[in-house]
Structure formats: C-alpha cells, structure tokens
C-alpha cells in the first residue's frame, strides 16, 4: 500500500471525490494534491480535507517539469486524474487538450522514469474507444476517439503504455464510464441537467437524445482506484470500470425532471454536436474477476442522492454558474437550432 500519493486533478469532479475517500479510508497514507485550479479545479470540494495534517494542496501545472519533479518526489504513486475533461469544450479549443493530457502526462511519466517512482496510474476514459456499436468494449478493442478530448486521452493512454514496454515504467491504465455524483462542474450532462432543473431552467438535449451512457457513481469509481492503487503486479494493464447500467440522455432528463418534480417541458431538443458518439458501453468482466470489485450503489439510488446532494448545496453551484460559465453556456447553447 502506498504512504505517500500524488494525485494530479485533485480538486476536479472526480480527484475530490477520490482524495476524500482515501484520507477516510486509510489513517496512514499522506496526499499530495497537484492542480492547477483550472475553471474545472474547485477548492470548495475539498473543504473537508483542508485541515487534514496528511493532506498537501500544492497550486501547479502538470506541464511545469520542475513543479512535477519537486511535488513527487518522496511521493510511491502518482494517480494522473489532471485533464481537461469537456468534449464539447475539446471541439471549439482543441490545443489546451492536447497540452494539458497529453504532453501533461509526458511530464508526468518522465518525472516517474526519474525519481523511480514505484507506480503510476492513468486515468484513461471510455471515450477513448469510441462508438461501441452493438459490442461491450473490451479492453483490446480498438482505440476510434471521436473527438478531440477523446483522441487526447487516447494519445496519453498509449503514451503511459509505451513507457511501460519502453522504459518499463510501472504504469497502470483504468478507462472508466460516465461518472455522477456530488462536486461535479455543473457543464456535464448529470450536473447541468440538476441544476438547470432546480432552477426551472430548459434541458437542452442534442440530437435525437438517444445516445447512451454506461453510468457510474464516483465512489465506486473510487473503490476501483483503490483497487488497482493496492494490488500488486498490474504494470502494463489496462482496466475497464463500469456497470452495465446504460441510459439514453433523454431517460437521463426524465429520471431527473421525476426525482424533482419538475414538468417535462423543460426538456428542450436542440441540434446534435459533431462527432457526437451513439454508444459507449465497456465489459468490465477483467477488474471484476481480477481484482474482486463490483459497483456498490444502485443506479436509481445513487441518483436520488445525487440529485439531492444539488438541492441541498446551492451554495456550490450557483458560485459557479454565476461566473465565467454564464458566457460559455451563452456560446454554447445560444447558436444551437431547436429540433
Ligand atoms: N467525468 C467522467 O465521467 C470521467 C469518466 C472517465 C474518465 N474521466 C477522467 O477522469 C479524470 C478526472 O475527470 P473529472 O471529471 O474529475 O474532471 P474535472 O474537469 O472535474 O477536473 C479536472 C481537474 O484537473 C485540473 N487540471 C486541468 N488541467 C491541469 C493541469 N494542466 N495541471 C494540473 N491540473 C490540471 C483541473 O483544475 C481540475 O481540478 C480525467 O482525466 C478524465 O479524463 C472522467
């Protein structure tokens, strides 16, 4: 088990969670925390960890080979959850992409190589296969990304692998489905949907809204995490996490629009992004009987609570929505044609 971790991305959706889970859990580890407080990174998701003496915020760019270098040093793990994250982002400002996950990671895996650090983890994406079609992607399916945040985390998946077979550095990959919960920047379909919706604000739905998603709670993603974080001789493999529970993103606004209360209507068609993929489903049959994990919350359980935790915690949201996202949901969704 490791003492001291670096996680990069920390203060993001999924690195909070992640960082959370792991000071409650364990009483002896340490974390280091490496984010660049991006519009993403958010210190309010870590309220609960600031005065945690085995908890370190350290502000910085995982491009910055310097800060890398100093901040991992000492550090037995790096878990590289930093990115940008938003497909639709990726398809109006492709370059922050392409610097931040992929050369981000090159910094991340050289600073590993140099200080012999005893494991790295990339958190890769589903997204990175592309349209699954009628099959589950396995793990040795082939890599498709349709857009240019998918193609980055592709080309760091293979990069971190490629130091594995080059360098035998002792990298592990985890691609991951669609996650919800608590703390997520309110630009993601689970997140935006709530909050729109609290505030009697339309759900804008592209194309023919039939896409689907596999659907994870973030703690479980994070119970597989620590899986993979604990388990011995990994190095070089990839791992799929997922559940199996996929919903199209019009049952995703009706659940929500349900759990809430709120009418149907507010459900707006507009007109599909390009590139938008029709399936991502992964078989996680590989972490399952490998590692012995499996999804703990139940689907319509896990987003009863989700959708709760954003009506019970406007005072994160509405700080968000109140800033610099009002002007990208303007360039986003002003232009789009209703259907
Ligand atoms: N959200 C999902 O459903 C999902 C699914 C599978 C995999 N992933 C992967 O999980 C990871 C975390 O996703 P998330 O949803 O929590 O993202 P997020 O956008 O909520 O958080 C990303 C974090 O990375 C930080 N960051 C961005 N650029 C950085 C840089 N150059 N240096 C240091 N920090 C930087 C941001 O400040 C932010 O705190 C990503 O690698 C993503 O590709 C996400």
């Known amino acids: ?4 971790l670096l996680v990069t991305g920390g203060a993001g959706f999924i690195g909070s969670n992640f960082v ?27 309220k609960e960890a600031e005065d945690n003496p085995r908890y370190t915020f350290v502000k910085g760019d995982i491009c910055d080979r310097e800060i890398v270098e100093k901040t991992a040093e000492g550090c037995d793990c790096i878990i590289n959850f930093a990115a940008e994250t938003h497909v639709d982002r990726s398809i109006s400002d492709p370059a922050s992409f392409i610097m931040t996950d ?16 005893p494991k790295f983890i990339q958190i890769s994406t589903d997204e990175v296969y592309g349209d699954a079609g009628e099959e589950l992607s396995r793990e040795d399916s082939p890599l498709m990304p349709q857009s240019p945040y998918a193609a980055s985390k592709a080309g760091a998946d ?27 920047y309110p630009e993601k379909l689970v997140s935006l949907f709530v909050t729109n919706a609290l505030d009697d604000q339309v759900l804008p739905v592209y194309g023919t809204g039939k896409n689907t998603r596999d659907w994870i709670h973030v703690l479980d993603h994070a119970r597989a995490l620590d899986m993979v974080m604990n388990a011995e001789g990994l190095e070089g493999e990839v791992f799929n996490i997922g559940t199996g529970t996929e919903l199209g993103v019009l049952e995703m606004a009706d659940l929500i629009l349900e759990a809430l209360g709120k009418p149907k209507s507010l459900v707006e068609m507009v007109e599909d992004r390009p590139g938008h993929v029709r399936r991502h489903a992964v078989n996680t049959e590989k ?17 009863l609570n989700t959708v709760e935790w954003y009506a019970h915690n406007r005072w994160w949201w509405e700080k968000i929505k109140s800033g610099e996202f009002k002007e990208y949901y303007r360039r986003m969704y002003a232009g789009l044609q209703k259907q």
């Open 102 to 117: 992929v050369y981000g990671t090159y910094v991340l895996l050289e600073a590993t190589r140099a200080l012999e650090i």
């Open 20 to 46: 959370k889970y792991i000071l409650e859990k364990y009483g002896d580890i340490e974390v280091v925390n490496l984010d660049k407080l991006t519009y993403a990174g958010n210190p309010d998701n870590l």
């Open 287 to 303: 972490i399952r009987s490998r590692l012995g994990w499996k999804p703990e919350v139940d689907f319509k359980q896990g987003m």
């Open 158 to 184: 293979r990069l971190a692998y490629s130091y594995y077979v080059t360098y035998g550095a002792p990298v592990v990959i985890t691609r991951c489905s669609n996650n919800y919960g608590p703390n997520q």
């Open 1 to 4: 088990m490791p003492k001291r």
